[in-house]
C-alpha cells in the first residue's frame, strides 16, 4: 500500500498541505523528517504516537531523518505555553540529546542505508546573523508570524524576541535539509503546523521548489484529558521514570472508547485483527486492552519487559499474588521498625506526588497497603505489616507500588 494510506487509514493524519500531491510523491521513495528539541531526558507518549508514523514510512521504503534540536533547544519552542520555556545550559541539552537519541533508535533503525540522525546545532550554530537576516529574515512577515496561534497566545502575556526567531529557524532547518539530503516532507505535531508550514514556504521562496507538510492529531482521551497525563504525572519512555510495569497498566486501563483508536495509532496489527478484537463491549473488551497494553508496552521496552510487565497485571487481577515486574522502592529495616507514616510511603513511591496528596487520597478511601484501606492519614507502618518481607501499596484500583526491606 501507499503509506499515505497506510497513514490515513490508522488515524495519523490531521493536516496536510497537499493530499494529492504528497500521496503522488509516497509512490516514489522519498526523505523526510521530524524534529525532538531535547527538552527533557526522556521521550513520552506523545512522541511514540510520532515515532509510529516514522516507522509505517521506514517500513514503505522512505529514509527518515531524526533531528534532535540541539540548536533550537537552545531558544525554546513556544508552542502551547503560557510562559517562556526555561533556558537550558548546553550541558544539559547535550544530556538530554544522548538520551533521545538512544531511545529513538528503539524505534528507527539508524545506519548506512536506514535513518539517519541530525543535531541542527551543527548548521544552526555556525550561521553568522547579518547574513542570516539578509538571506533568510527577509522572507518572514512579522504580521503573519504574530497571525500563528502559538505567537498569538503569548503576545497577551510577553512574547520575547528569542522565541520570535524559533519559527525562522525551524523553517531554516527544512531548507537546510531539503539542500543536503534531498528532503521533501517534515513530520509534526498539529500544534506544529504553522512553523512547518513556514519552512514549505521558505523553500519555494529560496528554491522554487514544492515541498510538503503533514501533522499529527494532537491526542486526547475519549473523556478529553491529554494523551498520557495521568494523576502520577507524564507517562514517559524511560523506564527509570516510568516504569514498565507502570507504562503497562497505563495502556491497560484506557477508557473503552480509545482502545480501537489506541490499537491502530501504536500497534502495528492489521486493521481487520483490530476491528474484530473491539467489536465487544464493557468486560468483554479487556482482552483488546490486554493485547493494546502488551503491544505498546513490547514497542517501548522490549518483549522481555512486555511479557513480564503482563505476567504481574494478571497476578494482581486475579489476586494471585505479586510478581517481580511491579516496580519497588527499598527502605531499610531500622526505618520501619520505628515506624513510618503511610503518607511517607506513598510518596516515596511516587503513588503520590506530595504528602498533601497521600492525605487526600486516604481521606477519599483510595489508599490500600496489603489490599487493607488506610483509614487514618497519621496510620504508621511497621515490620508487622510485611507480607514475605514486602508491602504493596496502591493508590485507587489500578497503581500499584511494592516497598521492599533491606
Not at 502575556?157 to 524559533?166: A, D, H, V
Not at 521514570?241 to 495509532?265: G, K, M
Not at 465487544?280 to 505498546?296: C, I, M, N, Q, W
Amino acid at each position: 500500500m501507499n503509506a499515505w494510506d497506510v497513514l490515513k487509514e490508522r488515524g495519523f493524519v490531521e493536516q496536510v498541505s497537499d493530499e494529492e500531491g504528497l500521496r503522488a510523491a509516497l509512490e516514489r521513495p522519498l526523505t523526510f523528517y521530524i524534529g525532538y528539541d531535547p527538552t527533557a531526558t526522556s521521550l513520552h507518549t506523545g512522541h511514540l504516537l510520532t515515532a509510529m508514523a516514522v516507522t509505517h514510512l521506514q517500513r514503505a521504503g522512505h529514509r527518515p531523518i531524526i533531528i534532535i534540536g540541539g540548536g533550537t533547544g537552545m531558544i525554546g519552542d513556544p508552542t502551547g505555553r503560557t510562559e517562556m520555556r526555561q533556558m537550558l545550559t548546553p550541558e544539559k541539552i547535550d544530556e538530554n540529546l544522548q538520551a533521545i537519541k538512544v531511545q529513538m533508535s528503539r524505534f528507527v533503525p539508524f545506519g548506512e542505508g536506514q535513518a539517519l540522525a541530525l543535531n541542527n546545532a551543527d548548521w544552526l550554530m555556525k550561521l553568522r546573523y547579518i547574513p542570516f537576516l539578509r538571506d533568510i529574515g527577509q522572507h518572514f512577515s512579522v504580521n503573519r508570524m504574530l497571525a500563528a496561534e502559538a505567537y498569538r497566545q503569548r503576545l497577551e502575556r510577553g512574547l520575547s524576541f528569542i522565541e520570535l526567531n524559533y519559527q525562522i529557524l525551524q523553517a531554516y532547518d527544512y531548507l537546510h535539509l531539503y539542500r543536503d539530503y534531498g528532503c521533501t516532507l517534515q513530520l509534526g505535531g498539529n500544534d506544529q503546523w504553522g512553523n512547518i508550514l513556514a519552512g514549505v514556504d521558505l523553500i519555494r521562496r529560496v528554491e522554487g521548489a514544492e515541498v510538503y507538510a503533514m501533522t499529527f492529531p494532537l491526542l486526547t482521551t475519549a473523556s478529553g484529558a491529554k494523551m498520557g497525563k495521568t494523576a502520577a504525572g507524564t507517562v514517559w519512555i524511560d523506564a527509570d521514570l516510568t516504569p514498565p510495569f507502570d507504562y503497562y497498566q497505563y495502556w491497560i486501563n484506557v477508557e473503552d472508547a480509545d482502545v480501537a483508536r489506541f490499537l491502530r495509532l501504536y500497534t502495528f496489527m492489521a486493521l481487520e485483527e483490530i476491528d474484530d478484537l473491539t467489536r465487544f463491549e464493557g468486560a468483554e473488551l479487556r482482552p483488546a486492552k490486554e493485547v493494546l497494553a502488551y503491544e505498546a508496552t513490547k514497542v517501548a521496552h522490549g518483549q522481555q519487559a512486555a511479557d513480564k510487565a503482563r505476567e504481574a497485571s494478571r497476578a494482581l487481577f486475579a489476586g494471585d499474588g505479586v510478581a517481580d515486574a511491579v516496580p519497588a522502592i527499598e527502605v531499610e529495616q531500622g526505618e520501619l521498625a520505628a515506624g513510618m507514616a503511610a503518607v511517607d510511603l506513598f510518596e516515596r513511591t511516587g503513588l503520590c506526588r506530595s504528602k498533601s496528596e497521600a492525605r487526600r487520597l486516604i481521606q477519599q478511601g483510595g489508599a490500600y497497603i496489603n489490599d487493607l484501606p488506610v483509614d487514618d492519614v497519621d496510620q504508621k507502618v511497621t515490620s508487622s505489616d510485611l507480607q514475605d518481607g514486602a508491602l504493596l501499596l496502591r493508590a485507587g484500583k489500578k497503581r500499584y507500588h511494592r516497598v521492599v526491606v533491606v
